[in-house]
């Protein structure tokens, strides 16, 4: 009898690890098969964004979302704040991402993610924080094991109150909902539509597969053949490769 999806969640656990096995790159190579979307206006960053934990490797989860503005001190006359925050980070699925709108840019007046938010946050079910900001105490973070991308690095934190939560955000160009699917590492990152999640993870594994089959395994075997032989055999790897994308998943759509 097939497993049924949670309602909150629809991947399993064991998909979400089999995911993060993957680098960003080529879950998009899967995600663009299987999507309807317009690739340019959803999917990945459009902005530069620096991961300054690669050696954490990928991370898959789903997004919660905060807003913060450390360049304004009036924040923090909401006392109730991060109580009322940490409850909402609480009752999400898991394992989460923070997605953080940092509505100071494109000054960086200071980090509200570093070493305590990192321990605080693992402790709630989250692998890691995009912020479209600066984050501090890179060693420690890492330390956690809590992955950071983000737009640079900071000395202090100013004020590092939160002043929205469970709302969309938008970082580095493209605007994130609560829930969504995100993939990230040293590449960048992946915002997946919900209606293509359920496919994703086929269409990865077949067209990492398909390349080591055909293309990658072209440039790497043929090497030291005459050059006009293994061009011959690299166009018909090529040629394979396309012909089971098709077979998979059909003519490519006009998007």
């Not at 629809?10 to 979400?16: I, K, M, S, V, Y």
């Not at 999917?43 to 979302?65: C, K, Q, R, S, W």
């Not at 590092?160 to 995100?182: D, E, H, M, N, S």
């Given at each position: 009898?097939?497993?049924?999806?949670?309602?909150?969640?629809?991947?399993?656990?064991?998909?979400?690890l089999l995911?993060?096995?993957?680098?960003?790159?080529?879950?998009?190579?899967g995600?663009?098969q299987?999507t309807?979307?317009n690739?340019a206006?959803?999917g990945?960053?459009?902005e530069?964004?620096?991961?300054?934990?690669p050696e954490l490797?990928?991370i898959a989860?789903y997004?919660v979302?905060?807003?913060i503005?450390?360049?304004?001190?009036?924040?923090a006359?909401?006392?109730?704040?991060w109580?009322e925050y940490w409850r909402?980070?609480?009752?999400?699925p898991?394992?989460?991402?923070?997605?953080?709108q940092d509505?100071d840019?494109p000054?960086?007046?200071g980090?509200a993610?570093g070493?305590?938010n990192?321990?605080?946050?693992r402790?709630?079910?989250?692998?890691?924080?995009i912020?479209d900001?600066?984050?501090?105490d890179r060693?420690?973070?890492?330390a956690?094991?809590f992955?950071?991308?983000?737009r640079?690095?900071?000395?202090?934190?100013?004020?590092?109150?939160?002043?929205?939560?469970g709302c969309?955000?938008?970082?580095f160009?493209?605007?994130?909902?609560?829930?969504?699917l995100?993939?990230a590492?040293q590449?960048?990152?992946?915002?997946?539509?919900?209606?293509?999640?359920?496919?994703?993870?086929d269409?990865?594994?077949?067209?990492?597969?398909?390349e080591?089959?055909?293309l990658?395994?072209?440039?790497?075997?043929f090497?030291?053949?005459p050059?006009e032989?293994a061009?011959?055999?690299?166009?018909?790897?090529?040629?394979a490769?396309?012909?089971?994308?098709?077979?998979?998943?059909g003519?490519?759509r006009?998007?």
């Amino acid at each position: 009898m097939p497993r049924r999806r949670p309602s909150h969640q629809r991947l399993f656990p064991g998909e979400l690890l089999l995911l993060k096995r993957f680098n960003t790159p080529t879950v998009y190579n899967g995600w663009e098969q299987i999507t309807r979307h317009n690739i340019a206006k959803v999917g990945f960053n459009v902005e530069e964004v620096h991961d300054f934990m690669p050696e954490l490797g990928p991370i898959a989860g789903y997004a919660v979302t905060q807003v913060i503005e450390p360049g304004n001190p009036r924040h923090a006359k909401n006392t109730s704040a991060w109580d009322e925050y940490w409850r909402y980070i609480s009752r999400q699925p898991g394992p989460k991402i923070v997605i953080v709108q940092d509505l100071d840019k494109p000054a960086t007046i200071g980090a509200a993610w570093g070493e305590v938010n990192a321990s605080i946050h693992r402790s709630l079910g989250c692998v890691g924080v995009i912020v479209d900001g600066a984050v501090r105490d890179r060693n420690e973070m890492a330390a956690v094991g809590f992955k950071a991308l983000a737009r640079r690095l900071c000395v202090g934190h100013a004020c590092a109150t939160p002043v929205r939560w469970g709302c969309p955000v938008k970082v580095f160009g493209r605007v994130i909902q609560p829930g969504q699917l995100i993939h990230a590492d040293q590449h960048g990152f992946m915002a997946i539509p919900p209606e293509d999640e359920a496919r994703l993870l086929d269409a990865v594994a077949f067209m990492d597969a398909n390349e080591c089959n055909t293309l990658i395994a072209a440039g790497r075997n043929f090497a030291g053949l005459p050059p006009e032989e293994a061009a011959e055999k690299i166009v018909a790897s090529a040629k394979a490769f396309g012909a089971a994308t098709l077979k998979k998943f059909g003519p490519r759509r006009k998007r």
